[in-house]
């Protein structure tokens, strides 16, 4: 078993297909933005590039821990790195407080279109907290950095 970080092939797929909708000014007709969420999983979880969608299978659990994670806020809607080719969003932080778990990857992933996957998140080994909070924090929103990136 192993968490490989990847954004998932068939993310790739559904940009191009309109499936994810991130809440800019240009929308699916009669549709608002879709709802991101993120799910820890232990280090028994198996996934990397080719994850399809949310699953409880070997997600995390324990005290401040609810099965389907947490709901994302956009912090850097799409856009792209000014004179650059990369386009770029990111989510702000998400923290589970007064939380007893232990982490080893994350899975990004849209609520709204039939929990499809996202992104996959290696932490490089098991985080814990024991009645504190356990923060995934994202990286800085640039066309090098931010957390979803198109080039």
């Known amino acids: 078993m192993a968490i490989t970080q990847a954004m998932v092939t068939s993310f790739k797929v559904e ?7 991130f809440g800019t000014t240009v929308t699916r007709a009669g549709t608002g933005a879709d709802t991101f969420k993120i799910a820890l ?19 995390v659990t324990g005290t ?9 806020t956009i912090s850097q809607v799409p856009t792209y790195g000014g ?9 702000s932080d998400s923290t589970w407080s007064t939380a007893t778990i232990t982490a080893n990857g994350a899975l990004i992933y849209n609520s709204t ?13 098991d985080k814990s907290s024991s009645a504190g909070n356990f923060t995934v924090q994202f990286p800085t929103a640039n ?4 957390i979803i990136r198109i080039a």
């Open 15 to 21: 940009i191009l297909t309109a499936y994810h909708n």
């Open 41 to 59: 999983y232990t280090s028994s979880a198996t996934l990397d590039a080719t994850t399809t969608a949310y699953s409880a299978t070997n997600e």
């Open 64 to 72: 401040g821990y609810s099965a389907g994670g947490n709901t994302l």
């Open 83 to 91: 004179s650059g080719t990369t386009a770029y969003l990111s989510f």
């Open 113 to 125: 279109q039939s929990n499809r996957a996202v992104a996959v998140l290696a932490f490089g080994g």
């Open 143 to 146: 066309n090098t950095s931010a």
